[in-house]
């Protein structure tokens, strides 16, 4: 195996390049993007060290910066979302790329590091777990890094805390809060996928059945809306008030875990909590109750509790185990408690995360050109970016909107035009 990649099968790659052209031809912006910027190659030059899941759309993104001009080295974000044909035909294709699935939490951290070899200078996460290996390991390397960015929320959460904390060695911008990535991955594609993990994992019905979501922020919204799109009756379970008061007014019925334990069939949680689900919650649950979690950590429920109160543990369904209790009720885990939208399917559909992804991508050119100038914080994307993505994906999507007139403009902000 050489030292430029560690993949699962290299034979795998013909099959892996099938997969990335079917998201190529549903990922519009990225490839306008790439189109506009092959030329010039703004991004010649950089070093770009990522750490995010292994899928096809993620390989999309990877081509659109090689495009640009950015030398690439990569790992998976978490052990178990990596899609062993994409690493393949990413490999071949001359990509440094360290990733298989089902590696061991140790591969895990040896494969970030492979990515630092090269001294990036720009870092793109999933999670924050490569720009903490270098705050944590290798400090010195933040001299060459320009900046970074981070997709998704818990990421962002953790950095934010850094930032407040006056710890962070360079500039990063927040892609999961760019409105063209939370108010769609977040929602609409965490609420589709996710549904899709459970269903290939266990291809039971929704119909009719008590779906309990834990959190009702963004990814949690999605999964309920549509799960009772399914024909699920669907509980939410909170710790925020205005969260929990949106779900009610949303039509899902709101109650403690401890009362949704009793009666929910399938439980998904979506908080970024640790512990929402423990082992008073699985004492409590009926036979044949379905639990996993669509959250970036497997924290989230409580594994080493469910198999303190296992007589048997078995898998009987590719990320399905079956945990026998004492008193024969069976409780069903799906992908091991780790998010099941990425390590029991194949994550968000290309659509949406072409908007994720271009703000990824275009969040790496700005970095390029002016993050030298940002401080050591962590930067919203500006409004100007957002405007750009929709933009470009309207356009795609042949759908034209009203524009202004001039004295519409003057009114917006004429404020002494009153009644
Ligand atoms: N298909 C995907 N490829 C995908 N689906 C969801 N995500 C994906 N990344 C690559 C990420 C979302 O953007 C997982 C992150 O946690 C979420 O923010």
């Known amino acids: 195996m050489s030292d430029r990649f560690k993949v699962k099968d290299l034979g795998m790659a013909e099959h892996g390049r099938l997969k990335i052209e079917w998201a190529e031809s549903r990922m519009p912006v990225l490839m306008a993007l790439r189109k506009k910027y092959e030329e010039t190659k703004p991004l010649a030059g950089q070093r770009i060290a990522g750490c995010l899941h292994v899928t096809k759309e993620t390989a999309v993104l990877i081509r659109t910066l090689r495009a640009a001009g950015a030398e690439i080295s990569w790992s998976g974000c978490n052990p178990l979302s990596t899609q062993d044909e994409i690493a393949a035909a990413l490999a071949a294709d001359g990509i440094s790329i360290y990733a298989w699935h089902g ?94 993990g459970i269903i290939r994992a266990t291809s039971v019905l929704l119909a009719g059945k008590n779906f309990v979501t834990a959190g009702y922020g963004h990814c949690g919204r999605g999964c309920a809306m549509r799960a009772a799109g399914m024909g699920a009756s669907t509980i939410i379970t909170e710790i925020k008030a205005t969260a929990a008061l949106k779900a009610t007014l949303e039509g899902h019925k709101v109650m403690t875990m401890d009362e949704a334990a009793k009666v929910g069939d399938i439980f998904i949680t979506a908080t970024g909590m640790r512990d929402v689900i423990r082992k008073r919650h699985f004492q409590s649950m009926k036979d044949g109750a379905i639990v996993c979690n669509t959250g970036h950590y497997d924290c989230e429920i409580n594994i080493p509790e469910l198999e303190e109160l296992a007589t048997k543990v078995r898998t009987i369904r590719p990320n399905c185990e079956e945990f026998t209790l004492a008193d024969g009720r069976r409780i069903y885990l799906l992908a091991r408690g780790r998010l099941v939208n990425l390590a029991a399917a194949e994550g968000h559909p290309s659509e949406v995360m072409d908007m994720s992804f271009a703000n990824q991508f275009l969040g790496m050119l700005r970095l390029a050109r002016s993050g030298k100038d940002l401080s050591n914080g962590v930067h919203d994307i500006e409004v100007a970016q957002d405007q750009e993505v929709a933009t470009i994906k309207l356009a795609t999507m042949g759908l034209e909107i009203d524009k202004l007139t001039e004295e519409q403009s003057v009114y917006a902000t004429d404020y002494l035009a009153g009644t």
């Open 103 to 196: 590696m061991s939490v140790d591969d895990f951290y040896w494969c970030i590091d492979r990515t630092l070899d090269f001294k990036p200078t720009l870092t793109l996460d999933d999670g924050a777990d490569l720009i903490m290996r270098v705050h944590t390991k290798f400090p010195h390397l933040s001299d060459t890094v320009i900046g970074g960015t981070e997709e998704t929320t818990t990421g962002v959460h953790r950095l934010r805390a850094m930032a407040d904390d006056g710890a962070l060695l360079y500039p990063v911008l927040a892609i999961n809060d760019a409105e063209t990535k939370w108010d769609f991955d977040n929602v609409y594609g965490t609420g589709q996928s996710s549904l899709d």
